[in-house]
């Protein structure tokens, strides 16, 4: 495999990462090209909107812990992640690379049409 591809599959994820004091959610979707482009709300975009994040947990192993919180992937991390432990710190930016790389895989398709 060539080192350029390897590299664009590889993620690293460091012992202590850093969140937003934002929601689960908002974690996982920063730096969504989507939102700095598109700023609608609408029914139809949220819903595609979650889907991708869900899916992302998923894909890291990351929807149990999600669900188990009362609010979901509506729960705060709080100042620095505060409120999760290390382990689903690590797990919750594993699904933000995820959800990254989904939504650059989309874009470098959209891109070759």
């Given at each position: 495999m060539?080192?350029?591809r390897w590299r664009q599959k590889v993620g690293i994820v460091t012992q202590d990462p850093v969140l937003f004091s934002g929601s689960i959610a908002?974690?996982?979707c920063f730096g969504d090209d989507e939102d700095d482009e598109n700023?609608?709300?609408s029914d139809s975009d949220s819903s595609a909107k979650m889907a991708r994040i869900t899916e992302a947990a998923r894909?890291?192993?990351a929807?149990?812990?999600i669900n188990s919180f009362e609010k979901g992937f509506d729960t705060?991390?709080?100042e620095r992640g505060v409120a999760?432990?290390?382990g689903q710190k690590q797990?919750?930016?594993e699904a933000l690379f995820v959800e990254w790389r989904e939504g650059q895989l989309a874009n470098s398709n959209l891109q070759l049409n």
């Open positions: 060539p080192l350029k908002s974690n996982i700023d609608s709300d894909q890291a192993n929807l149990t812990f705060l991390c709080g999760l432990s290390g797990v919750s930016v």
